[in-house]
């Protein structure tokens, strides 16, 4: 019987959480940098969800701990805490002592723990005294060093080469076809997530075969071709119980199908070769607590309102699968359901590439999102995250959000999208992180009609309109972002737009670095604004806003430029090295000019008009 490696990563949920998923790039890159040295593939999938698949689920997760031929645990002080990860730790001694090894344990120190540094406190616990007398990888100072840095490669590839000098040795016989991919525990015993319920999560993925061993699931395999069990994957599921796989050979399958157990669906082919195509109807409607479904290709062929994938309930996993939609969505998420889409190829739907609506969740990492008639990704009163994905040649938006809708992007590339690369408004409210926004045909993110959210430490660049854009209402607060190189302002803020943008890097815009006007009132602080094409900032037409503490240098014409009713508070600003004055007000423009450094800048220091000189407020400036 042909036998299979697998590796098992086992970490405490909430420090991965605490981490903004780091631990979660961990993983893929060990994953990656294993096949690089393998030449092959060896990916760790990562769960952070519970399973509750009934008990042939449970049996299947206590066989596969067994089945492990690593452990990869990540070593922080709650590690220590946790039950279920002091167990698995307790089962690879027992699996080691049995084999005759003593390399299928390999830790990652990645906090500094009391009860490892302490011998005292080592002596008296069995799994610390253990760990500390292995070889592990030090993580404890690499945590804080971005993933592009040598240091963090090196380390990674030396873990990397440690498995596969293992792998040279294990006493089992591989096959590339077998090959087990064991996903990500992550113990939790108490925590506070959406569903209330506590989590605690391992799970075993398989690649499609046609053997079974004894600790394989009941598997039913359709072929279109009469030479499985089924032709049709529907009567597969009319005879499939929960905890059954489905292996769907290569062939077109014209049926809608309905999933309302826990089962898995893989299609045993190479991609593209699986296809379940139906008109008329969802083409899968999944209404179960729990399942899976892998590399299928699935096209809703029009007639009606119809999504590729309908997901109104619990969780689905969808992974690496290709869908388009000749009606509604490809995908559909709503009514609480909280699946899991990763890897999947999202294109050419009629309306948006997913949408996420009425309350849904879900966690969308590492798909490929592109050339959808409205957007990307919607969301609308709800709460997903985004990872990872790269999202583009939509129509409209790259991802929009509104009707009080939060949610978390964090690391995906969104570019070359008909309207704005982000879209808030409504009350909607997410968090962006370390996204690259580039390259829209309008603004890169626009806010408007009350709309909110949260920019951190993103690049935003090369979109034809502003890099960020606010009005009616918009509000929300940027930090840390570099908006550069747009083909107009850097921040364009107007029609009673506010906004709070701090700590940014905005240069190298074709107009403006910021733009104000028609009664638009942001506040900037701390902010570098230079190299414009025109002035640094310019508030016009009735524009306002609070402008503090800010370097604004190397400007095309002048640092701040005032007019036609402008009337902005500039204070203790450094204003410098500008093409024209630091200061340049006129034409009905007023304002306080307080407190601020105004040096070296090539037409002096101040230039007010004569007509403006009693609306402006000049005092403690530095020339």
């Not at 590690?79 to 005759?100: D, N, P």
């Not at 500094?112 to 100072?141: F, V």
């Not at 733009?515 to 638009?520: D, Q």
Request: glycine share 10%; proline share 3%; hydrophobic share 35%.
């Amino acid at each position: 019987m042909v036998q299979t490696f697998a590796g098992f990563m086992s970490y405490v949920r909430l420090d991965d959480q605490h981490e903004n998923g780091r631990l979660s790039e961990l993983c893929a890159r060990l994953s990656g940098e294993v096949r690089m040295q393998l030449g092959e593939k060896f990916p760790i999938f990562q769960d952070r969800n519970d399973i509750s698949w009934g008990q042939q689920w449970k049996e299947r997760i206590e066989d596969a701990l067994d089945a492990t031929t690593f452990l990869i645990p990540i070593i922080t002080p709650a590690f220590f805490k946790s039950t279920a990860c002091r167990a698995e730790v307790e089962r690879f001694f027992e699996r080691e002592e049995h084999l005759g090894r003593a390399d299928l344990i390999l830790p990652i120190y990645y906090v500094s723990c009391p009860i490892l540094n302490n011998e005292g406190s080592r002596e008296t616990d069995a799994i610390a005294r253990a760990i500390s007398a292995r070889q592990y990888a030090d993580w404890r100072e690499l945590r804080f060093e971005p993933f592009t840095s040598p240091s963090v490669g090196k380390t990674v590839a030396t873990l990397a080469g440690q498995i596969v000098r293992a792998l040279e040795h294990a006493p089992v016989e591989r096959s590339h076809a077998d090959q087990v991919v064991l996903r990500a525990s992550a113990d939790e015993q108490q925590t506070g997530d959406e569903t209330g319920r506590n989590r605690a999560s391992v799970s075993i993925e398989e690649a499609p075969r046609s053997g079974a061993s004894k600790k394989d699931p009941p598997t039913l395999v359709v072929d279109a071709l009469h030479r499985g069990d089924h032709s049709s994957l529907a009567g597969a599921l009319a005879a499939a119980e929960s905890g059954y796989r489905i292996l769907v050979r290569p062939g077109l399958y014209r049926e809608a199908v309905i999933i309302d157990k826990a089962v898995e669906i893989i299609g045993d082919g190479e991609p593209g070769e699986v296809v379940i195509e139906a008109v008329g109807a969802h083409v899968i409607k999944f209404q179960a607590n729990m399942g899976r479904a892998v590399n299928l290709t699935i096209r809703q062929a029009g007639e009606g309102k119809w999504f590729g994938v309908d997901i109104g309930q619990g969780r689905l996993d969808l992974d690496d699968c290709d869908i388009t939609s000749a009606s509604l969505s490809g995908v559909g998420i709503h009514n609480g359901a909280d699946p899991r889409l990763r890897r999947n190829r999202i294109h050419d739907c009629r309306q948006n590439g997913i949408l996420i609506y009425e309350g849904g969740f879900g966690a969308l990492e590492d798909n490929e999102i592109f050339n959808n008639q409205l957007s990307g990704v919607e969301i609308k009163a709800s709460n997903p995250t985004l990872r990872r994905n790269r999202i583009y040649g939509s129509r409209q938006n790259g991802v929009f959000t509104h009707e009080g809708a939060v949610g978390i992007l964090e690391d995906n590339e969104i570019f070359a999208n008909g309207l704005a690369g982000v879209s808030i408004k409504s009350g909607g409210n997410p968090t962006l992180r370390r996204n690259r926004i580039h390259d829209g045909k309008q603004a890169g993110v626009y806010v408007y009609a009350n709309g909110l959210g949260m920019l951190e430490d993103n690049d935003i660049f090369s979109n034809a309109f502003a890099g960020v854009e606010i009005k009616s209402g918009g509000n929300p607060t940027l930090r840390q972002n570099r908006i550069y190189e747009g083909q107009q302002s850097g921040a364009y803020v107007h029609t009673d737009g506010l906004g709070t943008l701090e700590d940014n890097e905005i240069a190298n815009n074709r107009s403006n670095g910021v733009r104000v006007k028609s009664g638009g009132n942001p506040t900037l602080r701390r902010n570098r604004i230079s190299r414009s094409e025109r002035s640094g900032m310019y508030i016009y037409d009735n524009g306002r806003g609070l402008f503090e503490k800010n370097e604004i240098f190397e400007n095309a014409r002048a640092g701040v430029e005032v007019t036609s009713g402008g009337n902005p508070t500039v204070r203790r600003n450094v204003i410098a090295n500008n093409m024209y004055e630091a200061v340049w007000i006129y034409n009905d423009g007023r304002g306080q000019i307080t407190d601020n450094d105004l040096r070296s800048n090539e037409r002096g220091a101040l230039d007010i008009a004569e007509e403006c000189k009693a609306a402006v407020e000049i005092e403690g400036n530095q020339e």
